[in-house]
């Protein structure tokens, strides 16, 4: 009888011990870096100070670590490999080191989440990898001024958009075109794009018409491109944070060594 009582004594504690290290060990769950710059147009670092605010805000209860970084040399080997994802604000790499090491940490299963200006590339831009992994778009053209727009939801069951009506609108941006739509790449999957009702879209800069994708995955890597990120009213629309988070989380989900969110 006692010797019953003083093993479920003992059952207990152990039970008690191993939730205990067990949830421990559960938070945070994965963790982030988040690049951006202060040194670039005004309307770019708006979004990306709100964007902070808003990932910030998510980490309540300690989720995940979103750490923040204004030096793009920190996009290193040694800095980058105990991150889950690196976000790209309002900014891109640019020196040799930086270039390589992006490419490095994509080619071994990183995740990345790029807004607006991060897939920013033009004639000019002298590495073809980046413009492969956007799916071969060039930066064309752009509307002005910031516009509400017409979002078309391409696909309904991806996990991204799956939560999302048909089309909605979307708070003010400036919409980028890119040529050849990265639509054209077999490995690109486009997930939300400009409706067509919106051309021509514009009142300065104006694109008349064209396929003009907006959400889109390289299905060859762990990354998601939005081409919202320009001023103050990315995240005043429920529905675009919906997809926002809903995007954010999928690329974490994705890590091939481990979902974080599987218990
Ligand atoms: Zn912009």
Redesign the pocket.
């Known amino acids: 009888m006692k010797n019953t009582f003083y093993k479920q004594l003992l059952l207990g504690l152990v039970l008690i011990l191993f939730t205990t290290t067990t949830l421990k060990a559960q938070y945070p769950r994965f963790k982030v870096l988040a690049f951006y710059s202060k040194e670039v ?1 005004s ?2 670092v708006t979004f990306a100070n709100d964007a902070i605010k808003f990932f910030k805000d998510l980490t309540i209860g300690k989720t995940f670590v979103f750490d923040l970084t204004t030096n793009m040399d920190d996009m290193n080997d040694e800095k980058v490999k105990d991150y889950q994802l690196v976000m790209m604000l309002n900014d891109f790499p640019t020196s040799e080191a930086q270039k390589l090491a992006f490419q490095k940490y994509m080619e071994n299963g990183g995740g990345w989440m790029g807004f ?2 991060a897939a920013y590339n033009d004639r000019t831009t002298q590495w073809p990898w980046f413009v492969d992994f956007l799916g071969g778009g060039v930066f064309d053209r ?1 509307s002005w001024p ?1 516009l509400p727009a017409k979002l078309n939801v391409e696909d309904t069951k991806h996990p991204i958009t799956k939560a999302l009506p048909k089309t909605f609108i979307a708070p003010a ?2 919409w ?1 075109q890119w040529k050849p739509s990265p639509r054209e790449r077999k490995n690109v999957k486009v997930l939300v794009s400009l409706s067509q009702d919106n051309y021509p879209l514009g009142l300065k800069d104006i694109l008349p018409g064209g396929d003009t994708p907006v959400v889109w995955t390289n299905t060859d890597y762990r990354m998601i491109y939005l081409n919202m ?3 103050s009213e990315i995240f005043k629309d429920a529905t675009q944070n919906k997809l926002i988070i809903d995007a954010f989380r999928w690329v974490v989900a994705s890590d091939k060594k481990r979902n974080v969110f599987n218990r």
């Open positions: 147009e309307a770019h607006h200006v752009n910031p941006n400036e980028y990120g320009h001023g």
